[in-house]
């Protein structure tokens, strides 16, 4: 099944070196070997292997290697830096791509900047224009049951069930200790139990803190984490035009939509953050646009789930209905007030209609044509 940036990073490779990041298991190696096959001379070499490890610290590839493709090396000390050498110093012929299932900004190696050497494709789980733009037969109901990860929604429930209980296992005992030293797993755990259950709340440090017993700081370094392992991401509330906003409390979605306890409504909320949000990187990725993802909340508590702003203006706002058909009248009420476009999703929904200021459209619909 073929991920549709496939032709996007062999075009960049002929340019720089290209670097995937994503969650564990989103398909990254999978899509290095890939692209390795455009390549008639590829070296794969994953930095958890003690064979390739000793390659790579000896730089021992051979010089008709034309690809070289580095997996996990962010585990390796002083990477970026190393990194740097060997693509300083490669053969004209040869090619490099790095994969990491980390926010490669947001390690603390030392070393000197990759700046201006590399394009960065972020790998996402299947979303909606993916399965459109390969051809693959998807429903919005099973994407936010099952999740867009690879293996689960490829599978069954049931093999999705066992895959998700390895997931969070290996996510907290490998991934989480890999990225830094914490004496407590337990609460780790206990934190990210605690957040399946909250999805698309605000984050309050102090709640989360009196529950699990830490200090605030503690949390807060915790939800960095998980944010950095691309096991969550964090929506900030928008406030240059919304005098009354709230400019503290981000609020927060997964990666993995399965991840959510049972509630059916947070799952789809999550599953369109999960779109608009790739939709938002993509945008500036490919096509160097000025766009970001926001919410809006005022001290009244009026809130829209989602706001698109593009060149520091509101251009979008967007609030999702499992099954509610009429109008939301706090997103008429944002929407006239302040001349911006009022999109309300339904996830089940039979006809779509508009208002005065608002439409309200076919989720299905409207993330197929969000590209």
Known sequence: MQRFQLQKIKTDLLKKMVIIVGPRQVGKTWLSIEVMKSFSNSMYLNFDNSHHRKIIEDQSWLDDVELLVFDEIHKMKDWKQYIKGVYDTRLSHQKILVTGSARLDTFNQSGDSLAGRFYRHRLFPFTVPELEEINYPYSLEKLSNLGGFPEPFLGGEE?????????????????????????DLKKMKYLLEMLRERVGSTLSYSSLARDLELHPATVKKYIMILESLFVIFLISPYSKSISRSILKESKFYFYDVGLIKEDKGAKYENLV????????????????????????????????????????????????????NGVSKTLSYFSEKYGVKGIQLVMNLKNEFSSKFCEVRKASLYLKNLV
Request: aromatic share 12%.
């Open 273 to 324: 953050a999960l779109h608009l949000l790739q939709y938002v990187q993509f945008s500036r990725d490919y096509k160097g646009k000025d766009i970001s993802l926001n919410f809006i909340r005022t001290k009244e508590k009026k809130e829209i789930d989602f706001a698109l702003v593009e060149n520091g203006s509101l251009t979008q706002f967007i609030e999702c209905k499992y099954k509610d």
């Open 159 to 183: 093999d999705a069930s066992r895959w998700r209980l390895q997931y969070v296992n290996g996510l907290i005992r490998e991934d989480v200790l890999d990225f830094e030293k914490i004496h």
